[in-house]
């Protein structure tokens, strides 16, 4: 971290190869999203299939719904979400709170805004290797007070998953991921880390920001930025207003992906089976006929 304008040396800076603005949509039961990842302008970034800036005023939400094949990570970034599924999980997560979903074989669920008034946060769904699609559900879910937390210099960062300014997330990644939550204060900067080998985005919270070189133009908020080749990041707030931000990476899987919906698996025979699946209520989708949620 420096406030002094020169970053340090990296060997291969990351810089911004794509720009896109994350458009509201409707989604759910009269939801609202901005979706920056998982639509015609950038449809995925392995390993990641979908990035949601939502938005629910009740009684709108996500009604019953099913998953399979891959995982779900839900950012609280305002209000609540009460989410429940066919295995009798239920629970609330609040603002700055996370809850890491491996969907796996099969789950089905709902997630519906908690109390009044507006609730706003951040999905990504995160592709399963072959291997792992069909493994059990589960959850890791962190309240806000267990994130760590670290402050330096004008910066902050919420380490959800991976490692910054030498704090560890205890948070375990069946896809090698990263998932940084940064705010930058006015003339500040941060430069970080990047496996190699890795894929990553910005995604914009609030503010705007240089990103990559220091000479590039201001990017504003909900603008997802794809970072090209390299082994780090610089991030620089010109502006007189604090900068917020995700970074998030991951290990590539170089794996065919056929979605349908929210299924998600390797070939078009695994996703007619896993409709057989869900529509017989079968292989990991028993339940489907009898449970509603509450």
Known sequence: MSDSGKAPSFDRPRLVVKKILAKLQREGDGAVVRRGIGRS?????????????????PPAGFPDH????????TYMLQGGVTHQDFAGHKGTIRTGDVQWMTAGRGIIHSEMPAGEGTSNGLQLWINLSSRDKMIEPSYQELPSHEIARVEEDGVEVRVIAGESMGVQSPVYT????????????????????IPGSWNSFVYIIEG???FGIPN??????????VLGPGDSVSVWNRSSSKLRFVLIGGQPLNEPVVQHGP????????INMTIDDYHYAKNGFEMARSWRSQ
């Open 66 to 73: 099913p998953h399979r094949g891959f995982e779900t990570v």
């Open 263 to 270: 299924f998600v698996m390797n070939t078009q025979a695994e």
């Open 216 to 225: 590039s133009s201001p990017v504003a908020a909900h603008h997802v930025l």
């Open 174 to 193: 069946r896809t090698p991921t990263m998932y940084l939550d940064f705010t930058l204060k006015p003339g500040n900067e941060v430069h970080q880390n």
């Open 41 to 57: 302008e950038l449809k995925n970034l392995d390993p990641f299939l979908m990035l949601d800036d939502f938005s629910v005023t």
């Open 208 to 210: 705007e920001g240089v």
